[in-house]
């Protein structure tokens, strides 16, 4: 069974401060893909990246594929209230496996 | 706002009972997945459709079951209701560019069964 998890499972900051999720596997996928989602709604895609070592940023978002493509990393830098929310990592196989998620809630 | 509506947002149902949730995609979009989301959990994986036809399916049993239409929309059936079937039901629609797939996830229909 192919699974993904991610650490922390929950985090709670201040604003301006700095985080890294992690999201790791024994299975090697194709591509990984970062999301993030709020109460009420889907998730929605941050960023997807499908080459080994890869590393894409988003404004104060880092993303990094590790190089065996069985794990990832997200940095957000100096973190804002509205960066809270449920981030997930999900790895493409045959199909999306999602992770367990990261809840981050960010205190103003 | 991905483009991608579901219905109904909320429901409740009993515990044997059946029920049918809809997604109506983006136009252009081929493939539709369907994803179940426990509370404090990932999405599951539980099928996806292409040009109409299952292509894919997760470690859900046969008791859940979809349909995908020519105009972009698709349904999720769920026979004999278990307790734990209570979950956010989520679809997403997907177009492949290059080596990237993007999914767009509707706002999910989250289902109560007593």
């Known amino acids: 069974t192919q699974l993904l998890e991610q650490s922390p499972q929950f985090l709670s900051i201040q604003e301006g401060e700095n985080l890294t999720v992690y999201c790791n596997s024994s299975?090697?996928?194709?591509?990984l893909q970062w999301y993030r989602q709020e109460p009420g709604e889907g998730p929605v895609l941050l960023v997807t990246?499908?080459?080994?070592?890869e590393v894409k940023k988003l404004k104060r978002l880092t993303f990094q594929f590790g190089d065996a493509r069985k794990d990832s990393s997200l940095h957000i830098t100096a973190a804002q209230p509205g960066d809270t929310g449920l981030y997930l990592c999900?790895?493409?196989?045959?199909?999306?496996?999602f992770g367990t998620g990261t809840r981050l809630k960010v205190l103003a | 706002e991905t483009g991608v509506t579901q219905s109904p947002t909320h429901l409740i149902k009993t515990r044997g009972q059946q029920v049918t949730l809809r997604c109506s995609s983006q136009?252009?979009?081929?493939?539709v997945s369907w994803y179940q989301q426990a509370l404090g959990q990932g999405p599951q994986f539980i099928f996806q459709y292409y040009r109409e036809e299952e292509n894919g399916r997760g470690n859900f049993p046969p008791r859940f079951s979809g349909l995908q239409f020519p105009n972009y929309s698709s349904e999720l059936n769920v026979n004999a209701l278990e307790l734990d079937d209570s979950a956010l039901y989520l679809c997403a629609s997907s177009r492949q560019t290059g080596r990237e797939e993007t999914q767009y996830f509707g706002p999910g229909t989250r289902l109560l069964v007593l």
């Open positions: 299975s090697v996928f194709s591509s």
């Open positions: 999900a790895g493409m196989a045959y199909k999306y496996i």
């Open positions: 136009s252009g979009h081929n493939t």
């Open positions: 990246v499908v080459t080994g070592g």
